[in-house]
Each structure stands twice: as C-alpha cells, then as structure tokens.
C-alpha cells in the first residue's frame, strides 16, 4: 500500500493538494501515481500568472512508459512552479510528496477545497485500481 | 492473473512491479527502470525471459528443415557452436517471428522464440516438418536467463561449474550446450553477456547465485530501453506478419544467396526486393522536449501534412533513452526521408531528425548529439 498522508487532500486523477492557509494551494502527485508511471524524464510546467477552472489540464508529467495530464484541482491562479523539476524530473519519483511539489495556485473560493477528497476516501480509489 | 515463470517468487521478493506480458506476469520494473537501464550499460543485470520458449529442432533433416523454415540460412552456422539471428517469414515474405537459432549438436539446433509468438510458431513448424526426418520438441519446464552488462561474463563464472572456462572461451554469437543447460553469448541489450537456458527446477538456485555475485534484476522496462537504444527490433512493432523483414531493417538478416536455397517467403522478398522498397527504417532523435511514442505520425520537416494517417512516416518504437538522454524512436518511412522531421506529439508537430543506428553499443553513444 501506497503512502497516503492523513494532511493532504486528493483528486481521482491522483493530484494531491496543500492547503497552505494564505489563500494558495500546493498540487503534486501521489506516491501511488508516480509508481504506476514509472521513471519521470519530464515535466512540463505553466507560466506563472495563468489562470484555470477545476479540471483544467495545467500541466503534463511524462515518463519512460507515458505522458499524463495533470488537472487543476480547484479553479485558481498559477502563482509559483517547481523549477528545480526542469532539470531534475526525478524529484518527483524520489519524493512525490515534499521536494516533488508540482505548482501553487491561489485559489477563488476556499470553499471549493470541501469538494476535494480525504485520504481515506481517495485510499478507496487506489485500491479499486489495484485490483 | 497470468502465468508464472519460475523465478515469481523472487521477483515478489525483490519488490518487482508485475505486468501482464503475452499472458504472463512479468516484472516491468524493481523500482527505478532508468537505474536499472544504467546497472546494464554500467555494471550487470539480469532479466528472467522464462517466458521466452526454447524449441529443439533435430533429426538427420535439421539443418535442411531450417534452411527452408528460416530466411536467414543456417548453412552459416554449419560449425557446432555457431549462432544466427534470422526472421521466419510467411508466404507472403511476412514475418511470423525473429528468433535466434544455436547449433548444439551435429544434428542438434535449438531455437528461441518470442512469447506472444510461441504457440503460432509451433503450429507453423509442426506443419512444415512433415516431409522431413526431424522432431520439434518443446523445451518444456525450461527458464532462460539473460545476464547482460560488461561486467555479466565475469559474474556468470559464479554459475558455472566445470563448463566455467569452456562457458568463457565463448566468443560473440557462439553457444554451448552443458549438460542440460545452454548458454549462448547473444542478448538484447547492445551489451556483453550470456542467455543462459536451463531447467526451472535450478532457475532460483541460478538467480540467487547471479544476485549473491552482484548482478541486479531487471526488469522488462528497461530491457525496452536498452534494446532501443541498441536500435533492436521487437516483434510486434518493428515487424509483424504483414511486414517484410526488408522493411524493418533486417535486409541483412535474409539471404538471398544461394539462389537455390527454396526458404518460405523468397518469392515474395524477390518480388518486393525487385520492385524497390519504398519504406525503411530509421532511428529518430527528438530535438525538442517530450518523448516519441510508438504509432506517432512522423513527417518531412517544412511538409504541411493535416491529417496524421497521410504523412507516410510511423513511429514502430519509442522511448526516453537513459544512455543518450534524449527521446529516440524507430520509424518506417518513405526511403528517400533523410535529415530533418517533424513526429507528433500529443497534437503537436515537434523536430527531430534521422539518424542511423544503434543509438549505443557497448556503453557508448554512436550518434551525433547537438
């Protein structure tokens, strides 16, 4: 079983979410994501500034077996990406959950993260998955 | 849930991520795909293709049998101890398998074919061998390990008994069978090393043996890698039953000479051969960012194609090569395309350019990078 920290929020496509508490949101990938794609070469990251709706392809994460779209959890503002990640995609496989942090947005409406799933509700999700 | 080789156990043990592969639950990766690539580019791996079926081919009719089943010929490997690559083609100059054929015995060939294509392949040559003296047996409980690297030979000696000096004496393609095992200085990988067959009942003893000398599982993801970038074809996308072998890149695989060799498919290679292929294949190096995949549209840079399926050109493999750092991929296209290209990617036309391969062999880079 995967790691999944009791702190964090999930989506079913397997981004995880900080709520920061200044009004930003950090976006990642789960353990268990980065397991199933594999070895990262690359990850491609917007501009800071632009803006997304819940849903929104923002990014796009690729590895050795494929590429995989990342999604806005919440709509929002991108206001600062992981830089480190251009030259070290591997970050996010080594330490999904800390140095392999993705993007920040600073989000609309903080009521938008209730819609958001627990750990244990997405834990559900990755053993539906696994089997 | 798939089939088991005998070496399941450990790969459960090792922590390996199991894939369905041609039926069977094959370890894809042990963690770190691109670690283990370098392991094999670097040190030593070793991969369980027990999946992978050995067939003996003897009688007093072998070598005639194969000499017709095969287009490359075995005539080649008339010294005991030789090995060939070869594709066996259909009627139609198609190919139904790429295999490697090892010359063990005076009478004695023993041939390993590809998982997927195993069952097919038996079929096949069941029904050809009736007008020759020859049996075709199944190495039934058999497992094969493949130990690659330039360090694999070295390690093996921890395996290898009495044969050890005879084992090491074994130059590049050439095999020997000992006792029930054999083992042939081939592989997949662009490196040194030894495909090892033997029976499933000593696999773990084997295997535990490799890791205690220091050589590392590999799984079936980096093998993709490393052949790739080794510019190896895999069955199934460089080549299929639909596909010559002279449009894969294996022209020199068939041999046309002697004229009066009768092998299945000749006609039709003569035919395609005389009218002028007009595919080829070629390596691609991604210029931009992303990774080449497998059934990308590839076109001519400058061309204005729209639609993807009129481009000509196809992507039969690709991948992120670990040794070369860069996205590379092999292609059928028009045989007149050199140089510069555009692959689709995710909707995108992206630059890249042709080059020749192998991408790398024996740890090092052979292509032009920047």
Known sequence: MSEIPKDLSYTKTHEWVSNDGDGTITIGITEYAQGSLGDLVFVELPEAGSKFAAGDAVAVVESVKAASDIYAPVEGEIVEINEDLEESPERVNEDPFGQGWLFKMSIVDPEHLADLLDAEAYGEIVEAEQD | ?370
């Open chain 2, 1 to 370: 849930m798939g089939k088991h080789t005998p070496l399941h156990d450990e790969h459960k043990t090792a922590g390996a991520k199991l894939v369905d592969f041609a039926g069977w639950d094959m370890p894809i990766n042990y963690g770190s795909q691109i670690a283990e690539h370098n392991a094999v580019r670097e040190s030593a791996g070793m991969f369980d293709v027990s999946h992978m079926r050995p067939v003996d081919v003897e009688g007093a009719d072998a070598r005639d049998f194969l000499r017709h089943v095969l287009a490359n010929d075995v005539a080649k490997i008339d010294t005991v101890g030789r090995a060939l690559y070869t594709c066996m083609l259909n009627t139609r100059g198609g190919v139904i398998d790429d295999l490697i054929v090892y010359h063990l015995g005076e009478t004695w060939y023993r041939i390993v074919v590809n998982a997927a294509t195993a069952d097919k392949d038996l079929g096949w040559l069941h029904s050809l061998a009736s007008d020759y003296e020859v049996t075709v047996t199944e190495f039934e409980d058999s497992s094969i390990i493949a130990v690659q690297g330039p360090e694999a030979r070295e390690k093996c000696r921890a395996v290898l008994g009495a044969a050890e000096d005879e084992v090491m004496d074994l130059a590049p393609f050439r095999a020997l069978a000992v006792g029930n095992w054999s083992i042939g200085r081939t592989g997949y990988t662009g490196e040194d090393g030894f495909e090892i067959v033997l029976p499933a009942a000593e696999a773990v003893d084997t295997w535990q043996a490799l890791a205690a000398a220091g050589v590392q599982p590999i799984g079936l993801g980096a093998r993709d890698t490393l052949r790739l970038e080794a510019g190896l074809n895999l069955y199934g996308h460089e080549m299929d039953e639909d596909v010559t072998p002279l449009a894969s890149g294996l022209g020199w695989t068939v041999a046309f000479e002697p004229a009066a060799r009768d092998f299945v498919g000749r006609d039709a290679l003569e035919m395609a051969r005389d009218a002028g292929n007009a595919h080829k294949l070629v390596g691609l190096v991604l210029d931009a960012r992303g990774v080449i995949r497998e059934g990308a549209a590839v076109r001519r840079a400058g061309d204005e194609a729209g639609a993807e399926e009129s481009t000509g050109g196809e992507v039969t493999s690709g991948s992120f090569g670990p040794t070369v750092q860069r996205s590379i991929g092999l292609a059928r296209v028009p045989v007149d395309w050199e140089g510069a290209v555009e692959v689709s990617l995710r909707g995108k036309w992206r630059a890249a350019h042709i080059v020749s391969y192998p991408f790398v062999r024996h740890g090092k880079i052979r292509i032009a990078l920047d």
